[in-house]
């Protein structure tokens, strides 16, 4: 059973970097096919798509936030994470990882219970 | 600003019918893209209720079912019951390149 697990502070100041990761248990990410994914939850809204990286590396953005984002993988600890620089209280959220359910990163059954993150 | 179009709340109460519509435009749904459904409750992980349209992944009860038509689509659930109260997301892929979602519906059991 695959279970995804973020981590990381959960509180970031205005202007520095913020950065989660995702820690993959059930399954190797170096095994292929998936799509690792990053999303979060800003305070009584709706849920926003971040990223996502292939197996291969590649990755995805979303366009708002492109210019300030690096999603990355570390197959050696089975992890991925996410980098999102110059932050300000609008990134305040829950983010949550997450995993697509075919390896066409159109929809994703797997998710971690998510970590909030406030930025002040 | 949401790409996706959802009503904000829905109510039913136990034991009836509620559907929540889901509003896109030509550039995700109405391109063809499969809409897919979660199920959220405050402080859990999003569940997957729906892909692909209208199909449930194992487990969900075949109270839930979807649809979609045109640049719309709608989740139906009948035989409403106390459990299902929870916020709902539809979500598509969008031509941008960007996974999409709508703005969520809070489904109220009275």
């Known amino acids: 059973q695959v279970q995804l697990q973020e981590s990381g502070p959960g509180l970031v100041k205005p202007s520095e970097t913020l950065s989660l990761t995702c820690n993959v248990s059930?399954?190797?990410?170096?095994?292929?096919?998936?799509?690792w994914s990053w999303f979060r939850q800003h305070p009584a809204k709706g849920l926003e798509w971040i990223g996502y990286?292939?197996?291969?590396?590649?990755?995805y953005y979303n366009p708002s936030l492109e210019s300030r984002l690096t999603i990355s993988v570390d197959t050696s600890k089975n992890q991925f994470s996410l980098r999102l620089t110059s932050v300000t209280a609008a990134d305040t959220a829950v983010y949550y990882c997450?995993?697509?359910?075919?390896?066409?990163?159109?929809?994703?059954?797997?998710w971690g219970q998510g970590t909030l993150v406030t930025v002040s | 600003q949401s790409v996706l179009t959802q009503p904000p709340s829905v109510s039913g109460a136990p034991g009836q019918r509620v559907t929540i519509s889901c509003t896109g435009s030509?550039?995700?749904?109405?391109?063809?893209?499969?809409v897919h459904w979660y199920q959220h409750l405050p402080g859990t992980a999003p569940k997957l209720l729906m892909y692909?349209?209208?199909n449930g992944p194992s487990g969900v009860p075949d109270r839930f079912s979807g649809s979609k038509s045109g640049t719309s689509a709608s989740l139906a659930i009948t035989g409403l019951q106390a459990e299902d109260e929870a916020d709902y997301y539809c979500?598509?892929?969008?031509?941008?390149?960007?996974?999409?979602f709508g703005g969520g519906t809070k489904l109220t059991v009275l």
């Open positions: 997450a995993r697509d359910s075919d390896g066409t990163g159109y929809f994703f059954s797997i």
């Open positions: 059930g399954a190797s990410i170096s095994s292929g096919g998936y799509y």
């Open positions: 990286i292939y197996y291969s590396g590649s990755t």
């Open positions: 030509s550039s995700n749904i109405g391109a063809g893209y499969d």
């Open positions: 692909g349209d209208s």
């Open positions: 979500q598509s892929y969008d031509s941008s390149l960007s996974v999409v």
